[in-house]
C-alpha cells in the first residue's frame, strides 16, 4: 500500500505566521505532537510541541522556531512501511505525505499506521503463533514453509527479528490455524529452538518449557 492511500486531512497544516499560541492549542486539540508548515503550500518542515512551549513568547509567530523544524517526509508513491520508519525514528504522532513538487498532501497519522500494520501482519486473521531463535545463517525461509505445510498450515505472516545484543534472529511465524502442536513438534524434531507458542496447545507452553530445561540439564 502506497503512502498517498492512507493520507489523512483532518490535520490542520499552519503557516510561518501562525502565532505560536495558535499552533499550541492546534497540537491540543488535534492531539498530536507536531504539525506540518507550509508555505505557498511547499512543505516546510515539522513544528515540536516541545519546540513551541520552548518559545519565549506565546505570541510571535512561528517562524521564529524555523530552525528547529523537523525535515520529515515521505512522498506520495513510497511504501507505507517508510512511513512507519520515519515515525518511529523521530518519534512524531504524523508523517507528512509530499508530492512531486514538495507540496504537502496531508499527513498520515501514527493510529492510521498502527491500523495498517495490523492488517499488513494479518492480526485479524485467527490462527496460532510459533515463535523460532536460531542463528542467522540457519535461517531458510524454503524449510520453514515446508515444515509448516506438512502439518497442513499456511504461513498467513513471518516477520524476523535480529537481536542487536547476540545477533540472534528471532522468528516469528503466524498460521492459519490454533492447533500448531504438530508442527511445534516437527520444528523441534528438526533442531529448530522454539521458544514460544500460542494456540489452542497454549497450556502446553509450560511443559513446552520445562522439557527443553530437562534436555538442556541432560546435555551438561
Known amino acids: ?34 504539525l506540518p508548515v507550509v508555505s505557498d503550500d511547499k512543505f516546510l518542515g515539522l513544528v515540536s510541541e516541545d519546540d513551541l512551549l520552548d518559545a519565549e513568547d506565546s505570541k510571535l509567530p512561528i517562524q521564529i522556531l524555523q530552525d528547529t523544524f523537523l525535515k520529515v517526509a515521505v512522498h506520495e508513491n513510497e511504501h507505507f512501511l517508510k512511513a512507519i520508519h520515519l515515525c518511529n525514528e523521530f518519534t512524531t504522532s504524523i508523517v507528512p505525505v509530499v508530492g512531486e513538487e514538495n507540496e504537502l498532501m496531508g499527513v498520515i497519522t501514527s493510529t492510521d499506521l498502527l491500523k495498517i500494520i495490523g492488517e499488513f501482519n494479518g492480526a485479524k486473521e485467527i490462527g496460532g503463533l510459533i515463535v523460532l531463535e536460531m542463528e542467522r545463517s540457519k535461517f531458510t525461509i524454503s524449510e520453514i514453509s515446508r515444515i509448516t505445510e506438512s502439518n497442513d498450515a499456511t504461513i498467513l505472516h513471518l516477520n524476523t527479528i535480529v537481536h542487536p545484543e547476540t545477533g540472534m534472529l528471532t522468528v516469528t ?48
Open 1 to 34: 500500500m502506497l503512502t498517498v492511500e492512507l493520507i489523512n486531512q483532518s490535520i490542520p497544516q499552519i503557516q510561518l505566521q501562525d502565532s505560536v499560541k495558535k499552533a499550541l492549542q492546534l497540537i491540543n486539540d488535534f492531539r498530536v505532537t507536531h
Open 173 to 220: 511465524i503466524h498460521l492459519n490455524k490454533k492447533e500448531i502442536a504438530s508442527t511445534v513438534a516437527t520444528f523441534e524434531r528438526y533442531d529448530y529452538d522454539v521458544i514460544y507458542f500460542f494456540g489452542n496447545e497454549q497450556f502446553e507452553n509450560e511443559i513446552h518449557s520445562n522439557y527443553r530445561h530437562l534436555m538442556n540439564y541432560l546435555d551438561i
